[in-house]
């Protein structure tokens, strides 16, 4: 479990710092530059990343805090499409999902880890997608505070995004809940 919490730790906190760093000249992204920084930041990321992975895998099994009833594992796949539309929106041109959602990346990963709580009750599963629920909190709130709303008003909306995030958005979800997450996770999906 402590691999898990330190991959989280470190995972999040790169995260949490890069949201809440300087932007003054004297930032450490401005010292670095933005190639160096970027290279550090990502292979800290990876660190944790790696760290969660490893003590996900190694918790198990956990102990049980919650026995979820069987609905929950249906409502948690309506979710996981609604968060992989979400995931791709924020990477397609502005549509009017991400210029009313503003931030879809954020709010993917919210719906990603509240679902995942919804239908998982092991401790490892808890401090894993609660931690990353807390995160996305934490971000919006953080982008917000910086004056980060999204797409303004003057954004000009582009249909093909929503097209866009939409397909390939539900061909990434059905992948994953059809072929990869049992190879990727070790859990399949459908049972």
Same mark, same amino acid.
């Given at each position: ?18 949201? #809440? ?22 292979? %800290? ?27 929950m594992r249906h409502v948690n796949l309506?979710? #996981?499409?609604?968060? #992989? ?9 502005? &549509?009017?999902?991400?210029?009313? %959602? ?12 509240? &679902? ?55 061909? %990434? ?12 996770? &070790?859990?399949?999906?459908? %049972?």
């Amino acid at each position: 479990m402590i691999y898990l919490i330190a991959g989280i730790a470190v995972f999040m906190g790169t995260h949490v710092f890069a949201a #809440m760093r300087d932007r003054g000249g004297n930032s450490l992204r401005d010292r670095l530059g933005y190639g160096p920084y970027m290279g550090l930041f990502s292979v %800290v990321a990876l660190v944790g990343l790696g760290l969660i992975i490893y003590g996900y895998g190694a918790a198990r099994p956990a102990a049980i805090l919650y026995s979820p009833p069987t609905a929950m594992r249906h409502v948690n796949l309506l979710l #996981m499409a609604i968060a #992989m539309v979400l995931l791709v929106a924020a990477y397609v041109p502005t &549509g009017h999902i991400k210029k009313a %959602v503003k931030h879809p990346m954020i709010l993917s990963l919210k719906v990603w880890a509240f &679902g995942h709580l919804l239908a998982n009750g092991e401790l490892n599963s808890v401090i894993l997608f609660g931690g990353f629920l807390a995160y996305g909190v934490i971000s919006r709130i953080s982008a917000k505070r910086r004056g980060d709303n999204g797409p303004g008003p003057e954004a000009i909306v582009n249909p093909m995004g929503d097209v866009l995030a939409i397909l390939i958005g539900l061909g %990434v979800y059905a992948a994953i809940a059809f072929y990869l997450h049992p190879i990727l996770f &070790g859990v399949p999906v459908l %049972v």
